[in-house]
T-cell receptor
């Protein structure tokens, strides 16, 4: 089966610019996650969707980050305006949605803010 | 809140050496525990998991035992290969939630021939 797809793989932008990342989860997976992985650290959850509703966005910097999951399938994560400290790998993951089912990760988008 | 602490790396071993990567956790409930692996240039992959105390997860020669009394989930392998070189992440998922993962910082393993 196809895995979690993310694009782009790499992005370089200047600070104060905006950027968007796209994720297509595994077909049939109700739960979708966006994680931020700063170099040398473990992934940190930014937002979690159950179908098209937000379950947890407590660690999402809402003044600059936004995310949506239209129709409960694809999702986009946007940063506007970007800061230097937003340089990281942004990982999308999906799971069936039942408690403690395995989360499958995409390859991530590496963002560099200069 | 929930947290995971892993030993710092890099861990440098020769091929066929024994591997241990320590992981301890703090959680309010009874979490499930996971080890994920990230090979160079690739995404995170689930390596093994354990869902309750005393469970042993195993895969590809790696194993880890859920120790509730010591809140630990150490990763072990009896004989590492060069192809095991990667970053290993310990993680937990609170049983009460929708499988949200809390990760440790990761431990890089470098295996030389």
């Amino acid at each position: 089966e196809a895995g979690v797809a993310q694009s782009p793989r790499y992005k370089i932008i200047e600070k104060r610019q905006s950027v968007a990342f796209w994720c297509n989860p595994i077909s049939g997976h109700a739960t979708l996650y966006w994680y931020q992985q700063i170099l040398g650290q473990g992934p940190k959850l930014l937002i979690q969707f159950q179908n098209n509703g937000v379950v947890d966005d407590s660690q999402l910097p809402k003044d600059r980050f936004s995310a949506e999951r239209l129709k409960g399938v694809d999702s986009t994560l946007k940063i506007q305006p970007a800061k230097l400290e937003d340089s990281a790998v942004y990982l999308c993951a999906s799971s069936l949605g039942q408690t403690n089912t395995e989360a499958f990760f995409g390859q991530g988008t590496r963002l560099t803010v200069v | 809140g929930d947290s995971v602490t892993q030993m710092e790396g890099p861990v440098t071993l020769s091929e066929e050496a024994f591997l241990t990567i320590n992981c301890t956790y703090t959680a309010t409930g009874y979490p499930s525990l996971f080890w994920y692996v990230q090979y160079p240039g690739e995404g995170l992959q689930l390596l093994l998991k354990a869902t309750k105390a005393d469970d042993k997860g195993s895969n590809k020669g790696f194993e880890a035992t859920y120790r509730k009394e010591t809140t630990s989930f150490h990763l072990e392998k009896g004989s590492v290969q060069v192809s095991d070189s990667a970053v290993y992440f310990c993680a937990l998922s609170d049983l009460g939630g929708y499988s949200t993962l809390t990760f440790g910082k990761g431990t890089m393993l470098l295996v030389s021939p």
